[in-house]
C-alpha cells in the first residue's frame, strides 16, 4: 500500500514538473495598416478628393436632389469656395452625383 501511494505521488510529482506555471496572456495583434495607392484617371493623373464642406445653400440643393430622386450620402457641399456665386455637389444613394450652381442663394441644378 505504502508503494502505491509513494509512486502515485513520484507521478504527481513530475507531472507538475512538466508545466511550467500559468500561461501567460499574450498581446492582441494590431492588425497591420496599408496605405491604399492613390487614385488615378484613364491617362494616370492623380484623382483628388475634395473634404465634405456644407455651405449657405447646402440644404436648399439637398432639397432640389430630393424632389430629383437622389438621397443619401454626406449632403450637399461646397465644390468651390464660399462668395457670389458656388457650385455644390452631391453623390446620390444609386452612385450618381447631382450638382448645383447657386448664384446669390438662388440655386439651379447643372
Do not use: H
Not at 487614385?39 to 430629383?68: H, Y
Not at 455637389?89 to 442663394?105: I, N, S, V, W
Amino acid at each position: 500500500m505504502k508503494l502505491i501511494v509513494l509512486t502515485m505521488c513520484a507521478l504527481l510529482a513530475s507531472g507538475c514538473s512538466m508545466f511550467k506555471g500559468a500561461p501567460v496572456a499574450e498581446k492582441p495583434m494590431t492588425p497591420r495598416v496599408v496605405p491604399a495607392p492613390p487614385l488615378v484617371d484613364a491617362n494616370g493623373a492623380p484623382i483628388e478628393r475634395l473634404p465634405f464642406v456644407p455651405g449657405r445653400s447646402s440644404v436648399t440643393v439637398e432639397r432640389m436632389a430630393k424632389q430629383k430622386g437622389c438621397t443619401g450620402g454626406l449632403g450637399a457641399g461646397l465644390v468651390t469656395p464660399e462668395g457670389p456665386v458656388e457650385v455644390y455637389r452631391m453623390r446620390c444613394q444609386e452612385g450618381k452625383t447631382f450638382m448645383a450652381r447657386c448664384d446669390l442663394r438662388q440655386c439651379k441644378a447643372m
